[in-house]
């Protein structure tokens, strides 16, 4: 798969109904509004109260102790139960503002906001990027680290099975 060839897309996640980039740039945009996200939001203390007024909103996160995380990831969501799981070690490089943790954490915030639910989707056309569960979640993440002006990291590993 490369870009310039989307008719072989190879999808990353579940295939969901299509959105445009600035479509995704506006809920990005509402997103930091509504919860009031600031670049400070991810300094210290401040990760904490930001992930409470998450909570107030219905999006849970869940941390779990190191020892018993058996995901593959470093973290990851049930979007119909808005809720986010992490290991301790992440929760803690979030609220140390760590731009990896920062990046998972929104990707993570992406899937609930955009309303992702894991479908069958029959369709005679070839999937295309802007239906790809993982790439609109990515998108909202370096959407709202643009808007923010936080500090980049390279992009989510992703793992092959």
């Given at each position: 798969?490369?870009?310039?060839?989307?008719?072989?897309?190879?999808?990353?996640?579940?295939?969901?109904?299509?959105?445009?980039?600035?479509?995704?740039?506006?809920?990005?945009?509402?997103?930091?509004?509504?919860?009031?996200?600031?670049?400070?939001?991810?300094?210290?203390?401040?990760?904490?109260?930001?992930?409470?007024?998450?909570?107030?909103?219905?999006?849970?996160?869940?941390?779990?102790?190191?020892?018993?995380?058996?995901?593959?990831?470093?973290?990851?969501?049930?979007?119909?139960?808005?809720?986010?799981?992490?290991?301790?070690?992440?929760?803690?490089?979030?609220?140390?503002?760590?731009?990896?943790?920062i990046r998972i954490f929104?990707?993570?915030?992406?899937?609930?906001?955009?309303?992702?639910?894991?479908l069958l989707h029959f369709?005679?056309?070839?999937p295309r990027e802007a239906?790809?569960?993982?790439?609109?979640?990515?998108?909202?993440?370096?959407?709202?680290?643009?808007?923010?002006?936080?500090?980049?990291?390279?992009?989510?590993?992703?793992?092959?099975?």
């Open positions: 798969m490369t870009p310039e060839d989307p008719q072989n897309y190879c999808m990353r996640g579940h295939r969901v109904h299509a959105l445009a980039p600035n479509e995704i740039k506006e809920v990005a945009q509402r997103v930091c509004e509504i919860m009031k996200i600031k670049k400070t939001s991810f300094k210290g203390k401040r990760s904490e109260q930001l992930i409470s007024r998450f909570e107030q909103y219905g999006i849970h996160v869940d941390v779990i102790a190191d020892e018993e995380w058996i995901d593959a990831t470093r973290a990851t969501v049930d979007p119909q139960k808005a809720m986010i799981y992490v290991p301790e070690k992440f929760y803690s490089d979030l609220c140390r503002g760590r731009a990896e943790a929104l990707h993570e915030i992406g899937h609930i906001v955009l309303g992702h639910r894991p369709a005679v056309e070839n239906e790809d569960s993982e790439w609109q979640a990515d998108y909202l993440a370096d959407s709202i680290i643009d808007l923010l002006g936080l500090p980049k990291f390279d992009k989510q590993m992703e793992l092959k099975f």
